[in-house]
């Protein structure tokens, strides 16, 4: 008589197994993704599975009510304290007894795909680096005298196929308690990245892992608190980097390493310092402990990169701009400052691509995939400095872009971040020349009821906006200039010195105004950014982008229709040119989420090639000729459509 039929949907994998046989050893044995935590204890209920009922023409047999062992007493007991769902059988507990048809749901899938509800990224894949497993371990023998450590490492090898696993001192520190605790019994966290043991908890541990991603820019730092199972977001949450003031852009904190001794490590100390507080803050908030955390991803650029390692980034403010390292690093996370976390956590930085493109910029490609595109796309990633990458499938080149801070509302007269009370989109209606704006904060236009908000400055978006439509009025001409009252029409244009301002707002003697010095700050970013991009064409020997996706905080706020007519970047069909959001953010959490993620982003990083602005004639030259607005002589055809 041939053994039984046995069928796991949705990966349609198949093969015989002799009756008796439990479904999880038949899963394993043909590789079907299914979780387990306990190693088939019938404890921890991640193995369940969904037994068909019926005929199955499509697989070939007809599955009849007996294909199943019936509940066992660890399944009664199992399903009397939790309760199974309707149908549901514990993989590790029911065996084969006839032809099967078996359903593996998502949620007892290790490696399953979650789709972003923003369809601009890739989706996720869960194929976390760091997992459980339950353990039971010898207790010690006078006779066979072995420490607790190569008992544990004993059970891991018997248990879970796992050898040579690396216990840190701080486990080492805290193993010899939990063991006793848990009566011999412990679950592990592994990160089966680098074969550590990040964590140990006493007996089973019901709760999942947490990771955290974060996403350290210059300016604000990011971090999403992810369980580790389900890739599930348990908070987000930001701080501005402290950084800060030491110096408001990467150039000048480079400066104050140089000037300063011991300047390069109290730039370390303060965001070390910073990253460990907002761990506390998001694991306060998802109503959990810090010390809960076990694996982060940082991704950075690359003088962020080198201050959070504790490396002078002095070398990274001269050329040929060389980085310490720029390989994906694996380290203890209380090495990077997040000593709250668990006590053996492990931090993974992703690659720099070189120079001044960084990991942000490695991880941004990752999450958007443009390598696996047919269509040439241009990613920009706006912030203090722009990293730019362009390509498709056929390969990729990449530039960052010094475009300083003036997108972040610094060096404009009115200027602030983006946070409540700032003006974050304008219109100017070309007829009469009035503004009417928004203000972060308030969803009413500035001329519509319910406008009740108090105006604070304006932010990178509104400047943005603020100078585009004042081109498109007619109120600034193509060199940048404001025009005066009289050739303007409007008494909104007001003589300062020998230049002219635009004022956008007054109440009383507060005034918020364009000045002639905001739109000359405006036009030396958008020009860098601009000329960043066009260098790449030129490289890459393309005149026309398929797509174009803005990436960063900030590009997820800008308009493509008034970016493009500011010039700040090159013609595209308007209805191509999208936001991908924190794109950096995504990418930590795919590689926080996703092993094969960080295989991917060293692969590609490897594969990009980079290109030196600061070097490059052609950049001073797209550089001059893009000062004018939108450009001297490039042609917007889909700005005019
Ligand atoms: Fe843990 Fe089945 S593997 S309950």
């Known amino acids: 008589m041939t053994d039984p039929l046995v069928v796991f949907t949705p990966s349609g994998k198949r093969g015989r197994f002799p009756v008796g046989t439990p479904v999880l050893t038949a899963a394993r044995q043909l590789g079907v993704d299914l979780d387990s935590v306990c190693g088939g204890r019938g404890i921890c209920s991640k193995c369940q599975v969904q037994p068909g009922q019926g005929e199955f023409p499509k697989f070939g047999i007809t599955v009849t009510g007996d294909a199943l062992s019936a509940f066992n007493s660890v399944e009664a007991r199992y399903d009397e304290k939790r309760g199974l769902k309707p149908g549901r059988r514990l993989g590790c507990q029911a065996t084969i007894q006839g032809d099967v048809l078996i359903d593996v749901p998502a949620e007892s899938q290790l490696h399953r795909q979650v789709i972003r509800k923003d369809a601009s990224s890739a989706p996720m894949r869960m194929d976390p680096a760091t997992r459980l497993h339950f353990v039971t371990v010898e207790q010690p023998d006078m006779d066979a005298p072995t420490g607790d450590a190569e008992r544990l490492r004993t059970a891991l090898r018997d248990q879970w196929d796992l050898d040579g696993v690396t216990i840190p001192l701080p486990v080492l520190q805290e193993l010899q308690t939990v063991l006793r605790k848990g009566d011999w019994q412990a679950t592990v966290a592994v990160n089966h990245d680098e074969g550590i043991l990040a964590a140990i908890w006493p007996g089973l541990r019901e709760a999942p892992a947490l990771g955290l991603a974060i996403d350290l820019g210059s300016t604000t730092i990011a971090a999403h608190l992810c369980d580790l199972a389900t890739g599930e977001v348990r908070a987000s949450g930001g701080a501005m980097n402290p950084q800060i003031r030491f110096g408001e852009d990467l150039m000048s904190r480079v400066s104050y390493a140089m000037m300063n001794p011991g300047g390069s490590d109290e730039m370390t100390a303060a965001v070390r310092l910073a990253l460990d507080e907002l761990a506390r803050t998001l694991s306060d908030e998802a109503g959990t402990d810090p010390s809960e955390i076990v694996e982060t991803v940082v991704v950075c650029n690359p003088v962020m990169h080198h201050l959070l390692l504790g490396i002078d980034p002095t070398e990274l403010g001269q050329a040929p701009f060389a980085l310490a390292t720029s390989d994906a ?33 490695a991880a941004v490609t990752l999450a958007q995939a443009p390598d696996e595109a ?26 960052s872009s010094p475009t300083g801070p003036a997108f972040e509302g610094a060096q404009i007269s009115a200027g602030q971040r983006a946070a409540p009370g700032a003006i974050e989109r304008v219109r100017i209606d070309p007829e009469t020349k009035e503004p009417r704006f928004r203000v972060i904060g308030c969803d009413a236009w500035s001329d519509e009821p319910g406008f009740d908000v108090e105006v604070t400055g304006i932010c990178g978006s509104g400047i943005i906006e603020a100078v585009a439509e004042m081109r498109m009025a007619g109120l600034l001409d193509a060199s940048g200039l404001i025009g005066s009252a009289e050739a303007t029409g409007t008494e909104r244009c007001i003589l300062e010195g020998r230049t002219h301002s635009y004022r956008l707002w007054a109440d009383g003697d507060r005034e918020i105004r364009v000045t002639q010095g905001d739109i000359r700050a405006i036009q030396l970013a958008k020009s860098a950014l601009y000329a960043g991009a066009r260098l790449l064409m030129d490289e890459a020997g393309v005149e026309t982008l398929d797509r174009v996706t803005l990436a960063g905080a900030f590009g997820a706020h800008i308009s493509p229709l008034h970016a493009m007519v500011l010039g700040m970047i090159p013609d595209a069909p308007l209805d191509k040119v999208t936001s991908a959001g924190n794109a950096a953010g995504h990418g930590a959490r795919m590689a926080l989420c996703d092993r094969s993620a960080r295989h991917r982003v060293e692969t590609l990083v490897r594969k990009i090639r980079k290109v030196e602005t600061a070097v490059a004639p052609r950049f001073q030259e797209h550089f001059v000729a893009a000062n004018a607005i939108p450009h001297a002589s490039a042609a917007f055809p889909h700005l005019l459509a």
């Open 329 to 361: 690093l694996r380290l203890g996370a209380a090495e990077i400052g997040l000593i709250s976390a668990a006590p053996g956590a492990r931090a993974y930085l992703l690659p720099c691509i070189a120079g001044h493109v960084g990991a942000d910029a």
């Open 374 to 399: 047919e269509e040439m796309t241009l990613i920009v990633d706006v912030g203090t400095n722009a990293e730019i990458v362009l390509g498709n499938r056929n390969g990729l080149l990449a530039c």
